[in-house]
Protein backbone atom coordinates (compact mmCIF):
# COMPACT_ATOMS: atom_id res chain seq x y z
CA UNK A 1 0.00 0.00 0.00
CA UNK A 2 1.21 3.55 -1.04
CA UNK A 3 2.65 5.96 1.66
CA UNK A 4 -0.07 8.45 1.61
CA UNK A 5 0.49 12.41 1.96
CA UNK A 6 -2.62 14.10 2.52
CA UNK A 7 -2.33 18.07 2.12
CA UNK A 8 -3.86 20.09 4.49
CA UNK A 9 -4.49 23.62 5.50
CA UNK A 10 -4.73 23.78 9.45
CA UNK A 11 -3.40 21.49 12.40
CA UNK A 12 -5.06 17.70 11.96
CA UNK A 13 -5.18 16.17 15.27
CA UNK A 14 -3.57 16.79 18.84
CA UNK A 15 -0.06 15.05 18.11
CA UNK A 16 2.01 16.74 15.42
CA UNK A 17 5.86 16.24 14.90
CA UNK A 18 8.05 18.71 13.24
CA UNK A 19 9.35 17.84 9.83
CA UNK A 20 13.11 17.13 11.55
CA UNK A 21 11.77 14.89 13.91
CA UNK A 22 9.91 13.07 11.27
CA UNK A 23 13.22 12.05 9.38
CA UNK A 24 14.64 10.81 12.70
CA UNK A 25 11.63 8.81 13.38
CA UNK A 26 12.08 6.78 10.30
CA UNK A 27 15.87 6.64 10.72
CA UNK A 28 15.46 5.25 13.97
CA UNK A 29 13.05 2.56 12.82
CA UNK A 30 14.93 1.81 9.65
CA UNK A 31 18.16 1.27 12.63
CA UNK A 32 15.95 -0.91 14.28
CA UNK A 33 14.76 -2.69 11.23
CA UNK A 34 18.52 -3.24 10.68
CA UNK A 35 19.11 -5.15 14.04
CA UNK A 36 16.62 -7.66 13.30
CA UNK A 37 18.40 -8.43 10.30
CA UNK A 38 21.64 -9.28 12.41
CA UNK A 39 19.41 -10.94 15.14
CA UNK A 40 18.95 -13.64 12.65
CA UNK A 41 22.51 -14.57 13.17
CA UNK A 42 22.11 -14.89 16.97
CA UNK A 43 22.96 -18.04 18.47
CA UNK A 44 20.22 -17.62 21.04
CA UNK A 45 16.86 -18.50 19.71
CA UNK A 46 15.37 -17.99 22.91
CA UNK A 47 16.23 -14.44 23.14
CA UNK A 48 15.99 -13.74 19.32
CA UNK A 49 11.74 -14.30 19.60
CA UNK A 50 11.92 -11.97 22.79
CA UNK A 51 13.67 -9.14 20.70
CA UNK A 52 12.15 -9.28 16.98
CA UNK A 53 8.86 -8.69 19.45
CA UNK A 54 10.23 -6.09 21.27
CA UNK A 55 11.65 -4.72 18.29
CA UNK A 56 8.68 -4.39 16.18
CA UNK A 57 6.66 -2.97 19.16
CA UNK A 58 9.26 -0.34 18.98
CA UNK A 59 9.23 0.46 15.14
CA UNK A 60 5.10 0.46 15.57
CA UNK A 61 5.48 3.25 18.36
CA UNK A 62 8.32 5.10 16.73
CA UNK A 63 6.22 5.50 13.63
CA UNK A 64 2.67 5.25 14.11
CA UNK A 65 0.37 3.95 11.34
CA UNK A 66 -1.00 7.42 11.13
CA UNK A 67 1.03 10.88 12.10
CA UNK A 68 0.82 14.80 11.18
CA UNK A 69 3.73 16.54 10.07
CA UNK A 70 4.25 20.10 10.60
CA UNK A 71 5.99 21.54 7.40
CA UNK A 72 6.44 25.06 8.11
CA UNK A 73 3.16 26.63 8.93
CA UNK A 74 1.45 24.15 7.40
CA UNK A 75 0.25 20.34 8.47
CA UNK A 76 0.94 17.37 6.46
CA UNK A 77 -1.12 13.69 6.97
CA UNK A 78 1.07 10.82 7.18
CA UNK A 79 -0.21 7.36 6.36
CA UNK A 80 2.43 4.76 7.52
CA UNK A 81 -0.13 1.70 7.09
CA UNK A 82 2.38 -0.17 4.90
CA UNK A 83 4.78 -0.61 7.52
CA UNK A 84 2.41 -1.65 10.23
CA UNK A 85 1.00 -4.15 7.73
CA UNK A 86 4.32 -5.38 7.04
CA UNK A 87 4.56 -5.87 10.44
CA UNK A 88 1.84 -7.49 11.07
CA UNK A 89 2.56 -10.00 7.89
CA UNK A 90 6.15 -10.17 9.80
CA UNK A 91 4.64 -11.38 13.26
CA UNK A 92 2.49 -13.93 11.56
CA UNK A 93 5.60 -15.74 9.95
CA UNK A 94 6.75 -18.47 12.16
CA UNK A 95 9.30 -20.95 11.91
CA UNK A 96 10.05 -19.64 8.12
CA UNK A 97 13.32 -17.12 9.02
CA UNK A 98 14.39 -17.01 5.39
CA UNK A 99 10.53 -15.78 4.92
CA UNK A 100 11.14 -13.54 8.02
CA UNK A 101 14.81 -12.67 6.75
CA UNK A 102 13.03 -11.26 3.29
CA UNK A 103 10.14 -9.53 4.92
CA UNK A 104 12.51 -7.71 7.13
CA UNK A 105 14.74 -6.63 4.10
CA UNK A 106 11.61 -5.40 1.98
CA UNK A 107 10.89 -3.34 5.04
CA UNK A 108 14.08 -1.73 4.85
CA UNK A 109 14.30 -0.98 1.83
CA UNK A 110 11.35 1.31 1.84
CA UNK A 111 12.59 2.70 5.09
CA UNK A 112 15.92 3.10 3.15
CA UNK A 113 14.08 5.20 0.02
CA UNK A 114 11.56 6.73 2.54
CA UNK A 115 14.61 8.31 4.46
CA UNK A 116 16.81 8.96 1.48
CA UNK A 117 13.72 11.23 0.15
CA UNK A 118 13.38 13.24 2.99
CA UNK A 119 16.82 14.04 3.14
CA UNK A 120 16.44 15.36 -0.42
CA UNK A 121 13.93 17.54 0.72
CA UNK A 122 15.89 18.91 3.84
CA UNK A 123 18.35 19.28 1.48
CA UNK A 124 16.46 21.16 -1.22
CA UNK A 125 16.70 24.35 -2.58
CA UNK A 126 17.59 26.92 0.37
CA UNK A 127 15.73 29.53 -1.06
CA UNK A 128 11.94 27.09 -1.90
CA UNK A 129 9.18 28.31 0.02
CA UNK A 130 6.69 26.10 2.42
CA UNK A 131 4.40 25.29 0.10
CA UNK A 132 7.54 24.18 -2.43
CA UNK A 133 8.56 22.14 0.66
CA UNK A 134 5.25 20.93 1.16
CA UNK A 135 4.42 20.28 -2.71
CA UNK A 136 7.76 18.58 -2.92
CA UNK A 137 7.22 16.39 0.63
CA UNK A 138 3.89 15.14 -1.18
CA UNK A 139 5.56 14.25 -4.55
CA UNK A 140 8.53 12.23 -3.13
CA UNK A 141 6.15 10.26 -1.26
CA UNK A 142 3.59 9.37 -4.52
CA UNK A 143 6.95 7.90 -6.66
CA UNK A 144 6.99 3.99 -6.64
CA UNK A 145 9.04 3.44 -3.84
CA UNK A 146 6.09 3.30 -1.86
CA UNK A 147 3.40 1.66 -4.34
CA UNK A 148 5.37 -1.58 -3.98
CA UNK A 149 3.75 -4.29 -1.55
CA UNK A 150 5.52 -5.08 1.54
Known amino acids: MAAVFVLLGGVVGARAVT ?3 YRHQVS ?19 QRGQFIAATIALVRAELPAQETVLLGRQTVAVDNT ?7 DL ?8 RRAE ?16 DEMQDG ?13 AEILRRSEYNKQA
Open 19 to 21: FED
Open 28 to 46: RARASIQELQAAYADEYPS
Open 82 to 88: WLHKALN
Open 91 to 98: EKVRGDNA
Open 103 to 118: LVAQIDERLRALGERL
Open 125 to 137: KPGASKDDNKTRL
